[in-house]
């Protein structure tokens, strides 16, 4: 599956490889050394590789560490969320941080609640990669961009603003979206993706259902959960 402009888009039938939208900001949704530990707070950046990773589409999260033998902190990024929905701003951060969509972090597969961390609950950023940008170009990209906002909105409690730092590209063993995301954000951003196909013909495509939930069955199951309202205002 290959990112294509909608006007290229098939506009019958259901074809055996569906092309998502090609994604433009205006379609959003709703450990290095410190010269200063007193006026900084680093954060760490990460960006996954995704089983979408042929649409353009990723996941990252921002993390801070704690120390040896302790699991790391999930960052503090509600700033970066609220200004990428803002209805005046949105469009323009949406395409400074690459982002679709802020969206909360799932625990594991076996449930569907949100991860935690002692602070704050983990959020995860759905990236949209430039046209032939990598996983490492996009994470030290969109780390500079998150570092260079919270100082100049002077967001930060800290002096010099909140530090973010790209850590890794972690590409190896890509899973489905809804590994990482709950299952009803999962859907959200494929309607987005896919708007000019219906519930149905989406659930009859055995690549889509793979990419996204993980195989055929898991995704008509959520898919199948939502009525036809449900689905026709899930963007809403």
């Known amino acids: 599956m290959a990112r294509t402009s909608s006007k290229n888009q098939a506009q019958a039938g259901t074809p055996t490889k569906k092309k998502a939208h090609k994604w433009t900001p205006k379609t959003t949704i ?19 590789g995704t089983s979408a ?18 699991p790391p902190e999930a960052s503090f990024t509600h700033h970066m969320k609220r200004i990428h929905n803002d209805e ?46 990598t996983l490492e170009q996009a994470g030290h990209k969109i780390a500079k961009a998150f570092t260079k906002f919270t100082k100049d909105q002077k967001m930060s409690q800290m002096k010099d603003g909140d530090v973010y730092t790209f850590n890794a590209a972690l590409t190896k063993d890509p899973k489905p ?19 000019e196909y219906t519930k149905g013909e989406l659930m009859e495509d055995e ?25 026709e205002d899930l963007l809403d």
């Open 30 to 48: 709703s450990s290095p050394n410190r010269k200063n530990k007193k006026t900084q707070i680093l954060n760490l950046y990460e960006i996954l």
């Open 207 to 231: 690549d889509i259902m793979t990419t996204f939930f993980g195989g055929v069955g898991a995704g008509k199951d959520v898919l199948d959960s939502m009525d036809e309202d449900e689905w």
């Open 177 to 195: 979206l809804n590994h990482y995301m709950l299952d009803e954000d999962t859907a959200k951003v494929l309607k987005t993706l896919y708007a």
């Open 88 to 133: 005046v701003h949105g469009s323009k951060y949406a395409e400074l941080f690459q982002t679709l969509m802020f969206a909360p972090r799932r625990d594991n597969m076996f449930s569907n609640d949100v991860k935690k961390s002692k602070n704050y609950d983990w959020y995860l950023q759905v990236v949209m990669l430039e046209e032939g940008q």
């Open 53 to 70: 990773l042929e649409l353009g589409l990723s996941v990252a999260i921002c993390f801070r560490p704690v120390g040896d033998n302790q």
